[in-house]
Nanobody
Framework: QVHVVESGGGLVQPGGSLRLSCAASGFTSPFVMSWVRQAPGQGLEWGSDIVFSGRQTLYDDSGQGRFTISRDHAKNTVYLQMNSLKPEDTAVYYC??????????????WGQGTLVTVSS
């Protein structure tokens, strides 16, 4: 059974940085991993994708240039490095495994989420 577990959330000041981690286990085939966030009172917002090899990534406009998604196969972990954080980045961040190794695949397994709060 596949599990994904996020960590690394917390309180950070505007302009600061934070790195989220997502540990995956139990998988038997390659897959895309995504980061999806939900701001307070808002709907889910997709942020970024990375293919299994790590060679291809996608970002939404809000994270482009500020966020970097990467993965470490030795640790079965995907990271989201977030720089120049803004108050509007405040949200619960979810790591989501897609059903296959294509960006077009649907979301299959969700982590429990980790809260990021950007505030002075």
């Amino acid at each position: 059974q596949v599990h994904v577990v996020e960590s690394g959330g917390g309180l950070v000041q505007p302009g600061g940085s934070l790195r989220l981690s997502c540990a995956a286990s139990g998988f038997t085939s390659p897959f895309v991993m995504s980061w999806v966030r939900q701001a307070p009172g808002q709907g889910l917002e997709w942020g970024s994708d990375i293919v299994f090899s790590g060679r291809q990534t996608l970002y939404d406009d809000s994270g482009q240039g500020r966020f970097t998604i990467s993965r470490d196969h030795a640790k079965n972990t995907v990271y989201l490095q977030m720089n120049s954080l803004k108050p509007e980045d405040t949200a619960v961040y979810y790591c989501v495994k897609k059903v296959d190794n294509y960006f077009s695949g649907y979301f299959e397994i969700w982590g429990q989420g980790t809260l990021v709060t950007v505030s002075s």
